[in-house]
């Protein structure tokens, strides 16, 4: 054949092959479509199964009962969010708004929802940082998480916050990879928005400024330049000034109860703890509290499960955290540094609470993925260990969740609940402290008259009373010996805080 026929018909060829290849990656284009969005349907799905079981069981705790109280009228929750400064607007103005703040059921079944949607900007955030596979894996440990299941059932605004920070962090990304116009804007709405939902966003924005300065001084290639990023935090800080010159002229006045030294000290290890193993492992009910040093045996044991777990996956990321590129380290940091954060500010006033970083456990699971990326054979075992022995504490975790009969909320539920069963002839229900009027009313109704301790006078319809009180730390009980009255029976249920059921009867005067 002559050679410029040969030339002719290889030509031919090469196009031809070029043109299946196209055709063969537009194929896997279009299957790589379909492949996540069934893969993250699977995990979304997991994740509302998992937080629909059993999410009424639980009983209503505070917080919770603030959120039905103060939502129900306009004029209220403006002078709740007047009064109480700490309290952020933007999730009471969502409850309020979408209207499903009338049962304990929607305020959760929000929560949920929000918890559910947060997977799919993980996913994002994995797929662009990492890879497909690590997006897929930290997916995995989000839908299985039982800290996450926590709060996926619990009335408050942690998932939604959980939600705004990963919209927030894959603007960021796409910010800083693609120097994106829109991205810049989209950041700065959410990162305002996390804000307005809880002020321990700050020290997420405070993290992410300090990589950026840590890039900028080391020259790092990124496409966010240092005018336009301190123009954008400005603007966030502008727009949040308001709640802020609020919050620090009401210093006083805020009714939160900060934690106490312990929190301080254990609060890194416990954090990380709470993210792998979740709460219902080694549940810190009132009964530990007293006696901490009675508990540290179950406590060690179990803190030695959670390192082996995650063992295999910190010698893979160890091994290559000095190839990490500059975006796949601010997933550490934000995964990392904003507790340690906390920590720092908490010498000065104890605010350690590893639910105020609850935007850290998405990235933490993240970086735990990480350990999936591309290594040798020889490693094989060791990433398979890295996947499946975080799962099996999740698996693990999530049992104690649902069936640990020493874990759970503070139980007003079953409190209540004994009162109704029992045959008195008895209408009078004290509370102490007072807030637990309220959180006893709720359960029941009108029943009874649940009335707080401090404002209870003693009436001649009283013969029998029931005294409902938070344990917490307190030992000795109230005792309504003084009043006139003799205790017939006592029950403790010890769940969080604990709370003590006493049938009190009145004595009568001997004629």
Request: charged content about 15%; glycine content about 4%.
């Amino acid at each position: 054949m002559p050679w410029s026929r040969r030339y002719t018909m290889n030509h031919k060829l090469l196009n031809i092959a070029k043109f299946l290849s196209a055709e063969g990656n537009a194929h896997k284009d279009r299957y790589g479509m379909i492949k996540p969005t069934l893969f993250l349907s699977l995990c979304v799905l997991i994740a509302v199964l998992l937080g629909l079981y059993r999410i009424g069981y639980y009983s209503i705790w505070l917080d919770e009962n603030t959120t039905l109280t103060v939502t129900k009228d306009w004029k209220i929750l403006k002078v709740f969010l007047t009064t109480v400064p700490e309290q952020q607007p933007l999730y009471y103005f969502l409850i309020k708004w979408l209207n499903v703040n009338h049962t304990l059921f929607g305020i959760r079944l929000f929560s949920l929802v929000c918890d559910a949607l947060a997977i799919i900007p993980l996913y994002l955030i994995g797929k662009r940082v990492f890879s497909s596979v690590t997006a897929q894996t930290a997916c995995i440990f989000y839908a299985f998480s039982p800290f996450m299941l926590y709060y996926s059932q619990e009335g408050r605004m942690y998932t939604l916050f959980v939600l705004l920070t990963l919209i927030q962090a894959t603007f960021l990304i796409k910010w800083i990879l693609d120097g994106n116009g829109w991205a810049k804007y989209g950041f700065t709405i959410f990162s305002i928005l996390s804000m307005y939902t809880h002020f321990f966003a700050s020290f997420l924005l405070a993290c992410e400024f300090i990589w950026m300065l840590a890039m900028w001084v080391k020259n790092v290639q990124i496409k966010i330049r240092s005018t336009e990023a301190i123009i954008i935090f400005a603007v966030v800080g502008i727009a949040y000034m308001p709640q802020f010159v609020h919050i620090f002229s009401n210093l006083g006045g805020m009714s939160q109860a900060w934690r106490e030294l312990y929190n301080i000290a254990f609060a890194i290890p416990y954090t990380f703890f709470r993210f792998g193993a979740g709460y219902g492992i080694f549940p810190l009910n009132y009964q530990v509290k007293l006696d901490l040093m009675a508990y540290l045996p179950t406590a060690l044991v179990w803190a030695a499960a959670f390192g082996l777990a995650y063992l295999p996956a910190s010698i893979l990321v160890a091994k290559r955290i000095r190839q990490v590129t500059s975006v796949q380290f601010l997933v550490f940091v934000i995964a990392f540094f904003p507790i340690i954060m906390v920590v720092a500010a908490s010498l000065f006033k104890n605010v350690a609470s590893e639910r105020y970083v609850v935007y850290s456990a998405p990235f933490f699971y993240l970086a735990t993925a990480s350990a999936q990326e591309s290594g040798t054979q020889a490693k094989r075992l060791l990433k398979i260990a890295a996947l499946v022995l975080p799962i099996l504490l999740a698996f693990i975790g999530i049992g104690f969740h649902y069936f640990n009969p020493d874990f759970g909320k503070t139980n007003y539920k079953a409190a209540a609940a004994y009162i109704l069963e029992q045959d008195f002839e008895t209408d009078r229900v004290v509370c102490s402290p007072d807030i637990v009027a309220g959180l006893m009313q709720y359960y029941l109704k009108n029943k009874m008259n649940v009335t707080p301790y401090r404002s209870w006078e003693v009436s001649e319809s009283d013969s029998h009373v029931w005294l409902v009180e938070r344990l917490a730390k307190k030992i000795q009980p109230l005792r309504l010996a003084g009043k006139g009255f003799e205790k017939i029976s006592e029950i403790v249920f010890p769940q969080e805080n604990g709370v003590r059921v006493a049938h009190w009867r009145k004595l009568h005067l001997k004629q």
